[in-house]
């Protein structure tokens, strides 16, 4: 029988971690809500950088509208539900992962959801609200902090909240008198506020009465590398460079331009001149 030993299923890590690090990993849970888009592949990531519990949920199934970003979707997976795809595919890769699979996220099960959780990495489908308000809300109650990397057209957004911060909804100037369609738009408008795909073309397709977005996989790719590799050096408690809300973050590779700002003064800086503007 082989013998899955972490020495040997994570040693090529040695060097950008500590042995000791990656030993602390071991008993560090991160929660995935959401199996689709960035989330298959942001689970898989940090399984294969040696994270040893996770939470995973979702209700949906794939469908063959999945198979251009999602890569959970295959011919043979069609029809088959995503948080199963996905907790397969981790088993595959880490036999020894404590891996607990949920239904969509809920105020009947969010607390178990969350339940000993490290880091949040949010990638719940863009057009789910009240629920995601609702998992915002707790993590801050309970001192998780949440890392949500969206792909938006040819580019990635980067938003960090963490307990002791700016809240989701203090952020996005959303409150509970707006309509969903108020929330959801709020939500949009603060993801990605420097509108850098606006360079070549007028709008994503950002369809809010079909619920649909346009979408390629490398921007999902996009989305895993950059919110898995902030979400792995939260865990281990080191410095990072991108900090968290009120600051923001987006790259986009057609423009050519990386952009962040703080939404508490409107001010950005751009990389293709270096310069501090006001919006």
């Not at 689970?43 to 199934?61: N, P, Q, Y």
């Not at 997976?77 to 809920?106: H, M, W």
């Not at 079909?210 to 410095?239: F, P, R």
């Amino acid at each position: 029988m082989t013998n899955y030993d972490r020495s040997t299923l994570f040693s090529r890590m040695v060097g950008l971690l500590s042995e000791e690090e990656l030993a602390l990993l071991i008993n560090k849970r991160v929660a995935i809500p959401g199996c689709g888009g960035t989330g298959f592949t942001y689970a898989e990531c940090l399984v294969r950088m040696g994270v040893g519990e996770i939470h995973i949920s979702d209700s949906d199934k794939f469908g063959l509208e999945n198979m251009n970003r999602q890569f959970g979707c295959t011919v043979d997976t069609v029809g088959q539900k995503k948080v199963e795809v996905l907790y397969d595919r981790l088993i595959s890769i880490n036999p020894n992962l404590k891996c607990t699979k949920f239904d969509a996220i809920d105020e009947n099960n969010i607390d178990e959801f969350l339940n000993g959780v490290d880091v949040i990495c949010d990638t719940m489908d863009f057009f789910v609200i009240k629920p995601r308000r609702k998992m915002y809300k707790r993590a801050k109650e309970k001192s998780i902090t949440v890392q949500i990397c969206c792909p938006v057209a040819w580019g990635v957004t980067s938003h960090r909240f963490d307990p002791s911060g700016m809240t989701f909804d203090e952020f996005f100037k959303i409150d509970d008198s707006m309509s969903e369609a108020e929330q959801l738009r709020a939500f949009g408008d603060g993801l990605a506020p420097a509108e850098l795909y606006k360079d070549y073309i007028d709008s994503p397709m950002l369809d809010f009465d079909a619920k649909k977005v346009s979408s390629v996989s490398s921007s999902c790719l996009m989305a895993t590398s950059l919110g898995s590799s902030q979400a792995l050096n939260i865990l281990l408690g080191k410095e990072i460079g991108f900090k968290p809300v009120p600051n923001w973050y987006n790259l986009d590779i057609i423009s050519g331009r990386f952009e962040m700002g703080d939404v508490n003064t409107d001010q950005k800086i751009d990389s293709k001149t270096n310069q501090e503007s006001i919006a």
